[in-house]
């Protein structure tokens, strides 16, 4: 088989800035949290640095949440896996259980089986940064405070985003679409298998809604 190598633009500014806001003030977040509660530090002054960033931050999701309103691969509908996807998603939980060796297989903006978990992660983090500005309010619900709830969905989150930045490595290494410099330039390669001894098309060009896993 002769690839054709096409480079497409996928995200859009306002969804890459957004994204690398949000983990720099989350990375902020947890680290200003440990301080706090494990070094030799002024807790009053990184409290209220914590706070802060914390607000920002609510304002960055608020951002993020429209453009899952927006045309683009940032919208809603793009988290939710389509029965059109299921090869790419039964190719890549192969690619999971054969630790890498089998071929991991191209997707138009997410991997099938990370899209549920990003959206998950989109709600833990307002749900964190929400329940921050009540951290000593009355309790939640049941009896968990807000600073019970704080605490949890912002370790549940945490995690999630370990797992998401070594997956992401994972698919960079071992992928052939760019996965992590996609998410800073915006672009990503994606190889059309062509059959041995045919020419290549004049008009290099392929259906987004093929790759996208859309009839």
């Known amino acids: 088989m002769n690839p054709e190598i096409h480079y497409l ?3 859009s500014f306002q969804q890459r800035l ?3 806001l949000i983990a720099a003030g989350f990375g902020f977040e947890w680290l200003s949290a440990w301080l706090i509660d494990h070094s030799d530090v002024d807790p009053l002054a990184w409290t209220d640095w914590h706070l802060m960033v914390g607000q920002a931050l609510l304002l960055v999701l608020a951002w993020r949440l429209l453009l899952y309103f927006v045309a683009g691969s940032g919208h809603w509908r793009f988290f939710i896996p389509t029965r059109e996807q299921r090869h790419i998603l039964r190719d890549t939980l192969r690619f999971y259980a054969s630790l890498g060796k089998t071929p991991l297989p191209d997707w138009y903006a997410f991997n099938p089986v990370w899209q549920p978990v990003y959206l998950l992660m989109t709600a833990l983090a307002v749900v964190t940064a929400v329940s921050g500005f009540f951290h000593s309010g009355l309790p939640f619900m049941g009896g968990l405070s807000s600073a019970d709830l704080h605490s949890a969905a912002s370790l549940v989150l945490l995690w999630l985003a ?3 930045i070594a997956f992401a490595v994972w698919h960079d290494a071992k992928g052939r679409g760019a996965q992590i410099s996609g998410m800073l330039n915006g672009h990503k390669y994606f190889h059309i298998d062509q059959p041995e001894g045919q020419p290549p098309r004049s008009e290099r060009s392929v259906s987004i809604d093929s790759l996208i ?3």
Do not use: V
């Open 18 to 20: 957004t994204h690398w």
């Open 213 to 215: 896993g859309r009839k």
């Open 9 to 11: 633009p996928i995200y």
């Open 162 to 164: 370990l797992a998401h």
